[in-house]
Structures are given as structure tokens and as C-alpha cells.
């Protein structure tokens, strides 16, 4: 009895210490409640974006719970020791990790949503749209949680507005390119001349390739050779951009040369070769197909051949390409005609 009097007596005398026993205790519980319920909602829910629920939720609350505890304890350790001043910090800087982690699970929410949106098989939004107000929707969330924070710290916003006023017009000069680059950006997103993953040509550039991301200030192109190219958002203003992946039809155009001998062939020829390409499926039809003869060459007469196929893909296209060739070379034959190749004669006098 004695003993567990001496206890209480010290507990009594020392209820600091009792509220830090009971916080880590508290601590610990929370943390593995949090766990056990997050587990328990992905195992009984079957919609995908809760699977996720455990990457939106868990370090934000982890941060949450352990910022607050660990400020609580040095609450309790200041008010033991008497330092006011500190408990006036704390309770400011207790208040900015509260907004800090509810902006960090919005954010880690934003990021669920937009996948969601972005592999969802009926689309609600275009990716460019999708990326670009994810965007919007990041920067709103890093803003209003600043303004807040400041707000916390009892820093007064109005002069720093009124200041953003004055100096708008130097800052403006001074980041021109920047600003430039971002209105660039913002064009971008709202003409839609291409998107990620489109397929694109920059004559004056000399450049070819897919774009991999628009961003507020640079887009990045891969090439040909999966090399990054970087371009500020401000050249897509002022240069001419040829984009592949929205085009309705891919031209085959070929010059195919018979010899000279089998001039009288040469009528015969064509015809066969427009019959063949009218039969052709995978040719538009309502584009008329051009096969005349052009010119009388050094070796050949040469033909020339201009269609428009509904083949997109490279592969595709170069496998359609490859079979009206073989049948052309067949029609040819079929005449007992042939393709010339470039010859010398020499006489021996």
C-alpha cells in the first residue's frame, strides 16, 4: 500500500510526466488504429481509387499526428520549465504543419483523381485538359495554403499585394522570357495544337518527334533518336508545327520507270495499275489516285503513282506501301515489260 501511495504521490507531483506517458500510449493506438481501418476499407471496397487510399491518406496523417505530438511534448516539457515565449512559437507553428499536411493530402488526392480521369476508358476530360488543370488545381492548393500560413505567422498580405503592384512592372521586364514562356505554356493548353504523346514536325527547328510533356515553361520533344529536346513555350508563337498524329491519310508517291522498248506497253500499264488501285481497301477512293505518265527520263520513261491511303502507323503503312509495290512490280511482268537500270553502251569502230 505504502509503495503504491509513493507512486501516486509522484504521479500527483509530476502530471507532466503522467500527459507524456499518455500521449506516446496515445500515439501509438493511433497509429495502428489508422493502419488496421485503412487496411479493412481497401479489403472490403472494390472500387480501384480506394486501393489508393493508403498513399492519400497515410504520410499526411503521419505527419498530422506526429508533428502534434511531438509539439505537445515540448509544450509540456516548456510550461515545466517556464518558457512562455516558446509556447506562443508553438502554437503558431503547430497551426502551419495542420495546413501543410491537409495541402499535402489534397495534392496526394489530386494525383489519384487525375489518374483515375486519365485511364478511365470513357475519358470525362482530354489528357492536355486533364494536365492542365491538375496544374491549375496544384497551384491554387500551394497558394491558398501560403497565404494561410502567412496569415498564421500574423504576416499582414496587403502590403506584400501593394508591393506585387509597384514592382509588377520591373519583375515583368526583368522575367520577360519567363512570363513569355508561360503565356506561351497557357496558349498552348487552351489552342490544343498538339498534345502529349502527338507526333510532330518543326521545319524551321529541324526537329521530329513525339512531345513527352508540356510543361508551364519548357515542352519536351523526344526525337527519332529518344533524345529530349527542350523548347521554351514561347517558339510554338512563331513557328510552323506540322502534327502527324492528326492527320486523316498518309500519301504513298512513287516514280516507277519501264524502258524505252516498251513504249507501246506503256498505255496498258496505267490502266492495269489504276484498276489495281481502285480495288485496293485500304486506299481512300474519294480522293482521286493519280498514275500518268511524266517524262521521258535518261534510262526510262517514268511513271509516276499518288495515292492516299487510311493507314496511320508507321508499320502499317510501310507494310501498304510494300504490297501495292510488289503488285505494281507484278502487273509489269504480267506485260513483260521491265524497270531499266542505268547502262552504258560502248561501240568499238
Not at 494561410?148 to 500574423?154: D, G, M, S, V
Not at 496558349?187 to 518543326?202: A, H, L, S, W
Not at 503513282?305 to 510494300?322: A, H, K, N, P
Request: with cysteine; charged share 20%; proline share 3%.
Amino acid at each position: 500500500m505504502k509503495e503504491e501511495n509513493i507512486i501516486l504521490v509522484f504521479f500527483k507531483n509530476n502530471i507532466w510526466l503522467l500527459k507524456i506517458i499518455f500521449l506516446f500510449l496515445f500515439l501509438i493506438f493511433i497509429y495502428f488504429f489508422l493502419n488496421k481501418i485503412i487496411k479493412i476499407i481497401k479489403k472490403k471496397s472494390k472500387r480501384k481509387w480506394v486501393k489508393k487510399v493508403d498513399y492519400i491518406i497515410l504520410k499526411p496523417a503521419h505527419l498530422l499526428i506526429i508533428s502534434l505530438s511531438l509539439f505537445y511534448f515540448l509544450d509540456i516539457i516548456a510550461s515545466q520549465l517556464g518558457f512562455e515565449k516558446f509556447l506562443e512559437y508553438s502554437k503558431i507553428i503547430r497551426k502551419s504543419f495542420i495546413v501543410i499536411s491537409i495541402s499535402w493530402l489534397l495534392l496526394r488526392w489530386k494525383k489519384i483523381l487525375e489518374n483515375i480521369l486519365f485511364f478511365k476508358e470513357k475519358k470525362i476530360l482530354e489528357h492536355t485538359t486533364l494536365d492542365f488543370v491538375s496544374k491549375i488545381f496544384s497551384f491554387l492548393i500551394i497558394l491558398l495554403s501560403s497565404l494561410i500560413i502567412l496569415q498564421i505567422f500574423k504576416i499582414n498580405i496587403m502590403p506584400l499585394i501593394a508591393f506585387g503592384g509597384v514592382g509588377a512592372a520591373a519583375i515583368g521586364f526583368a522575367a520577360k522570357d519567363v512570363i513569355a514562356n508561360f503565356f506561351g505554356g497557357l496558349m498552348i493548353y487552351f489552342t490544343r495544337p498538339f498534345c502529349k504523346g502527338d507526333y510532330v514536325d518543326i521545319p524551321s527547328q529541324n526537329i521530329l518527334g513525339t512531345i513527352e510533356n508540356i510543361g508551364w515553361y519548357l515542352t519536351c520533344i523526344r526525337d527519332l533518336e529518344h533524345c529530349p529536346i527542350y523548347l521554351p513555350n514561347s517558339v510554338f508563337s512563331t513557328v510552323q508545327i506540322k502534327n502527324k498524329t492528326r492527320r486523316t491519310h498518309k500519301k504513298i508517291e512513287e516514280t516507277i520507270g519501264i524502258r524505252y522498248q516498251d513504249f507501246y506497253k506503256l498505255n496498258d500499264l496505267i490502266i492495269d495499275i489504276k484498276k489495281l488501285l481502285e480495288k485496293e481497301e485500304k486506299i481512300d477512293q474519294s480522293i482521286p489516285s493519280i498514275v500518268a505518265f511524266t517524262m521521258f527520263n535518261s534510262y526510262s520513261l517514268d511513271i509516276i503513282i499518288r495515292v492516299y491511303t487510311y493507314v496511320l502507323s508507321y508499320e502499317d503503312f510501310m507494310q501498304t506501301r510494300q504490297d501495292i509495290l510488289i503488285k505494281i512490280n507484278g502487273i509489269i511482268q504480267k506485260h513483260k515489260a521491265d524497270i531499266p537500270f542505268p547502262t552504258n553502251t560502248v561501240k568499238l569502230t
